[in-house]
């Protein structure tokens, strides 16, 4: 049974420090990690899809670097901010069953102003 | 652009009845269509995915199962729910594998 790890299950910082966040996956036939931001009573936005090893992917504030032979990835966030509360999701897909999304638990974000 | 409905965005249910639940996608064709269940406690859990019409694979077994009559239309059904079919529901579209749509999710309440 494939498993995605995340850690921390819960992070709460003040507004305006930087903070990160791993998930681990199973390294074998590995073919794509995805990181959603996923905020109460709205849907999972989907922030980024790495492939390769050594990706490195930016958007704004976030950014999240994968490790494909170890098998994991860090999700960080510059400058906190309270709009970036929220649940990240990560989750691995493999060879043969690419749409098959395995996920994790989720990190649990809260930004203090 | 694409949108993704569903519906309702919650349900309770009495134990032992049927269950139909509902998501449609404009503006795209032929789209991957997925359903996750997110449990108490647990994460996202694939339940069904379909890469056309008629076409469904199933992830785990379940009391749960779904059909695509229509290219942008999923159904998730059950003739009896178990209390363990409680949770969050949400519809997913893809074109391609990647990256993955999401609807507003489905609460549903098994009492």
């Keep these: 049974i494939l498993n995605v790890e995340q850690s921390p299950q819960s992070l709460h910082v003040q507004e305006g420090d930087s903070t990160n966040f791993t998930c681990s996956f199973p390294s074998s036939n590995f073919y794509a990690l995805h990181w959603y931001r996923w905020e109460t009573a709205k ?9 390769l090893n050594g990706d490195e992917k930016k958007k704004g ?12 990835s860090y999700l960080y966030i510059k400058g906190s901010q309270p709009e970036d509360s929220a649940t990240y999701l990560c989750a691995s897909s493999y060879g043969g069953s690419q749409g098959n999304l395995i996920f994790g638990k989720g990190t649990k974000l809260s930004v203090k102003p | 652009s694409q949108t993704i409905h569903q519906w309702p965005a919650t349900l309770v249910q009495p134990v032992g009845s049927p269950l139909s639940l509902e998501c449609t996608v404009e503006g795209t064709s032929n789209p991957n269509l997925y359903w996750y269940r997110q449990a108490a406690g647990r994460g996202l859990q694939l339940l069904f995915y379909s890469v056309g019409i008629g076409q469904i694979s199933s992830e785990v077994p379940q009391n749960l199962s779904a ?25 997913a579209w893809s074109a391609g594998f990647t990256p993955q749509h999401f609807g507003d999710g489905t609460r549903l309440s098994i009492l």
């Design chain 1, 43 to 51: 849907s999972p936005e989907a922030l980024f899809v790495m492939t």
């Design chain 2, 67 to 91: 059909s695509r009559p229509q290219d942008r239309q999923f159904i998730l059904s059950s003739k009896k729910l178990l209390l363990s079919d409680s949770g969050f529901y949400l519809c």
């Design chain 1, 61 to 72: 504030r976030i950014s999240a670097t994968l490790n494909t032979k170890e098998g994991y």
